[in-house]
């Protein structure tokens, strides 16, 4: 039983681990595409809209460019 209780611990932190490293990887990449893009304060998603960068999109979507 102790020893079920240590695996399941032991298991729980290294799902946490790769969490936050998965977390942190995501989040490096969001602000990476911001930081390219010019994109200081835009919602980071629209980082990720394909033909943003060239202004072919509209930060506004009920907008037409």
Request: no cysteine.
């Amino acid at each position: 039983m102790r020893q079920q209780q240590t695996q399941l611990l032991d298991m729980q932190a290294e799902f946490n681990a790769i969490n936050d490293l998965y977390e942190s990887m995501h989040n490096t990449e969001i602000r990476i595409l911001i930081e390219e893009n010019g994109l200081k304060r835009m919602n980071p998603f629209q980082a990720y809209t394909p033909g943003f960068k060239e202004g072919k999109v509209s930060a506004n979507p009920h907008l037409k460019t």
